[in-house]
């Protein structure tokens, strides 16, 4: 009897020690106006620009990810005030709207008012946050963050005052990145390097696993990962530099044919963008090795019936072979199919977005500098 008291209490302080964010899978921006006949309209007025989120300035950059589905919910103040934010490891500040934003993307969003939480501190801080097709602007203040069962107080977070339109169309109020303070607006620490600052995690890593069908499963475990979700071993990859999740990659493959990545590239491991994303004609290669045409918006669609007989693609990151299969890497919706693999510009940078992270379980050390990954269940 002793012996599983002792067992069960080890297992009781092991799941203490794990923080977990569940993560909610809702309608993507794409979805919802494809509903209202409204889709290629936007696509037109706010084309796809992912490698925006990447290109270095002293503004944090986005992009406007139609496909974007996960959310997890956080509370900031006193008493605490709910937000709906995308877990984004492809960027470093925490923001939400705010009452004193007017723009059309904060009036069908929640807003954070500081007059209602006695725990909040302006700063003098002004913040700009540029996307592809507009920004948002406004300014920091500090305030208790509780994230995934985590209480931080005096943590710096973004209020919007102004927001780009096609904010309005996303599900989740707020972005809550988590990269690197490096890449930081004003160089605000982020919501994990804060965690690990306060000693609230028991070791600074944390893992993201993204489930493939159902709304419910997906989770964010912040200070461990969760063997439940993964099968075999997980394979450690260095990062190349520490300011997004930023690893080697060594080939694209195809039937053994390397069809984009010749001689290696960089590649970002990023939940906040949804697509597998590398340079036009690498990408336009992989799609038609596969079989896709692209229309006028960059989207690759192929016959929904072909999905079987399409090849496997396989992703060499730093000597390990991740593969992705053909119904992992096509999304098919009432509209028909498109592949996940997206025209990210003339940019020699690849982004391993949410189509490869269900694939494979994403564990982020920033410790260690390294990124490990192991086949998803």
Not at 163 to 173: G, I, R
Not at 249 to 269: E, K, P, R
Not at 307 to 322: C, E, K, Q, R, Y
């Amino acid at each position: 009897m002793m012996k599983w008291l002792v067992i069960l209490s080890a297992l009781v302080a092991f799941s203490e020690c794990l923080h977990r964010m569940p993560l909610i899978k809702g309608k993507t921006t794409r979805q919802t106006l494809q509903e209202k006949g409204l889709w290629e309209e936007f696509r037109k007025s706010y084309p796809y620009n992912p490698m925006r989120k990447f290109t270095q300035s002293d503004t944090e950059s986005m992009t406007n990810d139609a496909d974007m589905s996960y959310y997890g919910v956080i509370s900031i103040g006193t008493p605490p005030q709910s937000f709906k934010v995308i877990f984004d490891t492809g960027s470093s500040n925490l923001w939400v709207p705010s009452v004193y934003c007017s723009s059309q993307a904060c009036e069908n969003h929640k807003k954070f008012n500081p007059q209602l939480s006695s725990t909040f501190k302006w700063t003098n801080e002004p913040l700009s946050i540029q996307y592809g097709t507009g920004s948002m602007t406004g300014y920091l203040g500090k305030d208790t963050v509780e994230v995934g069962g985590i209480s931080l107080p005096n943590q710096l977070f973004g209020l919007s005052q102004s927001e780009a339109t096609f904010l309005s169309y996303m599900k989740a109020d707020g972005i809550l990145g988590l990269a690197f303070q490096s890449i930081a607006v004003d160089n605000a620490l982020p919501v994990f390097d804060n965690m690990v600052k306060q000693g609230l995690v028991s070791q600074p890593l944390f893992s993201v696993y993204l489930s493939s069908n159902s709304e419910q499963g997906s989770e964010v475990v912040f200070g461990g990962l969760d063997s439940r979700y993964y099968t075999g071993s997980i394979s450690w990859i260095p990062l190349t530099s520490a300011t997004y999740w930023q690893i080697q990659m060594d080939s694209v493959t195809i039937n053994g044919q390397v069809v984009a990545c010749s001689g290696g590239c960089q590649a970002i491991i990023d939940t906040g963008t949804s697509l597998i994303v590398g340079p036009n004609n690498e990408i336009n290669n992989i799609n038609s090795w596969v079989g896709a045409s692209t229309n006028q918006y960059g989207d690759a669609t192929v016959n929904c019936q072909n999905i079987h007989s399409m090849p496997d693609v396989t992703f060499t990151l730093n000597g390990h072979a991740f593969t992705i299969s053909p119904p992992a890497y096509v999304s098919q919706t009432y509209y028909g199919c498109n592949t996940g693999f997206g025209q990210g510009g003339s940019q020699q940078l690849w982004i391993l977005g949410d189509v490869f992270i269900r694939e494979y379980y994403a564990v982020f050390d920033a410790q260690s500098q390294a990124v490990g990954l192991a086949k998803s269940v």
